[in-house]
């Protein structure tokens, strides 16, 4: 009996020294394969990832200014306009009223000229003719509806917003829903415009039809 009991200490002896010959052994290796990823990451950095200005899908062209223009959500969110990565317009900047909001910027340097809003539903129309005639040569003039931006238009304006090159000034209404990128005296028309009706049948919010958003590269005007 004292010889097998011997025995089993022995034993039991035996299997404790093995485990912790096992345990230890497991815990250097864990310490060398955790050691490994960390070395790895000191030569395998994480690329940033490069965005687009004005959170356009790629980067524009050489030569070509990026922007983004939303009109307005019903009478509720205002517009927002962005130009090279600058914000000009936006309700965040608490810039932006109801009818037409109306951005400036220099052709050839990018640089902002000016920013205004003008009332086309209870507004002087004539506040608008005054500022649509002063425009300088070589500006692009950014446009963006919000609530109403046509009651108070008349055959002037709308003939002054045609020669910057929009196709929709002469059908501008009450409530329609409106983006434009023109330019002073702008030959043909330009390619950067969206216009939705105000329509009961087809509108998304109640009285309004969507907002609209147009992006894209217009090419700088070379002096």
């Known amino acids: 009996m004292r010889v097998s009991g011997v025995l089993r200490f ?6 404790l020294v093995s485990t ?8 250097s290796l864990n310490a060398k394969t955790i050691r490994l990823p960390r070395w790895l990451s000191l030569v395998t950095k994480e690329i940033p990832v490069m965005r687009a200005k004005c959170g356009l899908a790629k980067p524009c062209p050489k030569e070509f200014f990026a922007f983004k223009i939303s009109s307005g959500a019903a009478n509720v969110v205002g517009p927002t306009m962005c130009f090279e990565n600058q914000v000009i317009m936006s309700p ?17 340097t990018g640089m902002v000229l000016t920013q205004k809003c003008f009332d086309m539903y209870s507004g002087e129309v004539k506040l608008l003719v005054k500022f649509l005639k002063e425009i300088p040569e070589g500006a692009l003039v950014l446009v963006a509806s919000y609530d109403d931006p046509g009651t108070r238009l008349n055959d002037e304006t709308r003939k002054l917003l045609s020669s910057l090159g929009s196709s929709y000034a002469k059908q501008l209404g009450f409530r329609d829903s409106w983006v434009f990128l023109g330019a002073k005296d702008l030959k043909d028309k330009s390619p950067f415009e969206q216009f939705l009706k105000n329509n009961p049948d087809t509108n998304k919010y109640e009285g309004w039809p969507e907002l609209l958003e147009l992006e894209g590269c217009v090419p700088r005007k070379i002096p």
């Not at 022995?10 to 299997?15: H, T």
């Not at 912790?20 to 815990?27: A, D, G, V």
């Not at 965040?92 to 050839?108: C, M, P, Q, S």
Request: charged residues 10%; glycine residues 10%.
């Open 10 to 15: 022995l034993a039991l002896v035996f299997a």
């Open 92 to 108: 965040v900047k608490n810039n932006v009223g109801r009818g037409l909001n109306i951005a400036l910027v220099n052709g050839t």
């Open 20 to 27: 912790w010959i096992f345990i230890r052994s497991y815990i």
